[in-house]
C-alpha cells in the first residue's frame, strides 16, 4: 500500500520561505516520480512541479520556477519543496503525488494515483 505523507504547511509572510517535505512508502518499484500539486481558494488544482526518482529530473510550472526548488532523498523516500521569495497567489492546499512514470515526470493529475492528504499554505502579512 503506497502511502504519502506531507508536512511543513503553515503561514509565511510575502518573500519569505516555507520547506514542504513528502514522506513516500509502500512502492515495490525503486522509481517513482512525485508531483507536487496546490489548490487555491475557488481554484481548480495546478501542478507546479515534479521530481523523478531515478535521476533526479524536475520539471517547474513558470510561475514558480527560480522561486521554488524540489529535491529527493532517496535514502529517506522523501521530497522536499523549498519555496522561497513566496506571494500571497501561492497561497492554497499544497498536496504531493505519486506514481511509477515512464519516461519525464510530468505535472498533470490524473496520471498519479497515489495522493498525500495536503497541507495548507498561506503568505499573508
Known amino acids: 500500500q503506497v502511502h504519502l505523507v506531507e508536512s511543513g504547511g503553515g503561514l509565511a509572510q510575502p518573500g519569505g520561505s516555507l520547506r514542504l517535505s513528502c514522506a513516500v512508502s509502500?512502492?515495490?518499484?525503486?522509481?517513482?516520480?512525485v508531483g507536487w500539486f496546490r489548490q487555491a481558494p475557488g481554484k481548480a488544482r495546478e501542478g507546479i512541479l515534479c521530481?523523478?526518482?531515478?535521476?533526479?529530473?524536475?520539471n517547474y510550472e513558470a510561475s514558480v520556477n527560480g522561486r521554488f526548488t524540489v529535491s529527493i532523498d532517496n535514502a529517506k523516500n522523501t521530497v522536499y519543496l523549498q519555496m522561497n521569495s513566496l506571494r500571497p497567489e501561492d497561497t492554497g492546499i499544497y498536496y504531493c503525488?505519486?506514481?511509477?512514470?515512464?519516461?519525464?515526470?510530468?505535472?498533470?493529475?490524473?496520471?498519479?494515483?497515489?495522493w498525500g492528504q495536503g497541507t495548507q499554505v498561506t503568505v499573508s502579512s
Open positions: 509502500g512502492f515495490t518499484e525503486d522509481w517513482y516520480a
Open positions: 503525488a505519486a506514481e511509477v512514470m515512464m519516461g519525464p515526470c510530468v505535472m498533470t493529475d490524473w496520471r498519479y494515483d497515489y
Open positions: 521530481i523523478d526518482s531515478r535521476d533526479g529530473g524536475t
